[in-house]
């Protein structure tokens, strides 16, 4: 008599995340977004972080803004973006963003996440978005860019990813480009894992990487254990907004139309990604830096002068 087998832990997971999925997607709460912005105000400091070009923006959405993503599981620049956002633009603006579907089998992150406006990545759930006038946050690199390794913390890697390009022709909507730098400094990525992942099977639990950090206080270890982000200046830029509409939804199928804006986006975000790192070399020094009495007495002096600062 054959017993029957025990359910592993990735099969257990797998299940919460189906139960987890079949669940609304939309289910963002104002109040308690409202109720989290002190803390992400918090976070924003301990990064003395930056989110400009608000200025470039439509007053309105729907837009899909494209991000790239860094500094392992923590992904400091994130809530620094949804901090900016909802500073400048008020609360009752959604940003909704799109999140890896297995996050969501997460007990309590799971929660946290819905509360906040993230929704599991999938094309249906985002044209959803953006028809019913939302804007929408996507990170097309997904695991591979947010574990890259160190030597390529300056480099955008979407991976070839193109389906957030067929979401924006389909939903004829602006694309943002939203650059961020100092994220990949929070943490030091040894390796993305490829083929470990690959050898251990992490495709069970839906990931193709299987990194090794160097992160405070672990020393060598595995993302499980994510540590204290390094106290790296964060600069975000958004914009200008990207216009395809001129294509047609139709052009969603059409692998050349899709190509052209592939390479058009990504070859802006890196030459603004180039321009942050020749600007902020250092951004944990330069942080750190900035905390000294030194560095607000130059600070304020220079205001007095009226000298760009």
């Not at 946290?112 to 959803?128: F, V």
Request: aromatic share 10%.
């Amino acid at each position: 008599m054959n017993a029957k087998s025990k359910p592993s832990f990735a099969d257990r997971m797998n299940e919460r995340v189906e139960e987890a999925l079949a669940e609304d997607p939309f289910q963002r709460d104002e109040a308690f977004i409202e109720s989290l912005m002190p803390y992400l105000e918090l976070w924003s400091r301990y990064f003395d972080a930056e989110v400009t070009g608000f200025e470039t923006l439509p007053e309105s959405g729907p837009m899909l803004l494209v991000g790239n993503h860094s500094g392992g599981t923590i992904v400091p620049d994130t809530p620094v973006t949804l901090h900016g956002w909802y500073r400048e633009r008020g609360i009752a603006d959604p940003l909704l963003g799109l999140a890896f579907d297995g996050s969501f089998g997460v007990p309590g992150y799971e929660t946290l996440m819905r509360k906040l406006g993230e929704i599991p990545a999938s094309h249906d759930n985002a044209l959803k978005a953006l028809r019913a006038g939302n804007s929408v946050l996507v990170y097309p690199g997904g695991a591979k860019e947010c574990y890259r390794p160190w030597t390529e913390r300056n480099c955008i890697e979407f991976a070839g990813h193109r389906g957030f390009v067929r979401l924006a022709l389909r939903a004829g909507v602006p694309v943002v480009p939203v650059v961020a730098h100092g994220g990949h400094h929070t943490t030091f990525v040894i390796s993305r894992g490829d083929e470990l992942a690959k050898q251990i099977g992490m495709d069970r639990f839906r990931l193709s990487v299987a990194p090794i950090v160097f992160a405070v206080p672990w020393g060598v270890s595995i993302p499980v254990l994510p540590g204290v982000p390094l106290p790296a200046k964060i600069n975000v830029e958004l914009g200008p907004p990207l216009d395809w509409s001129e294509y047609g939804p139709e052009a969603a199928d059409d692998q050349e139309i899709v190509d052209r804006c592939y390479e058009e986006i990504t070859t802006k975000m890196q030459l603004t990604l180039d321009r942050l790192a020749r600007a902020y070399p250092y951004p944990v020094a330069q942080r750190l830096l900035s905390l000294l009495p030194f560095s607000k007495r130059r600070s304020d002096r220079n205001d007095e002068d009226g000298e760009d600062v």
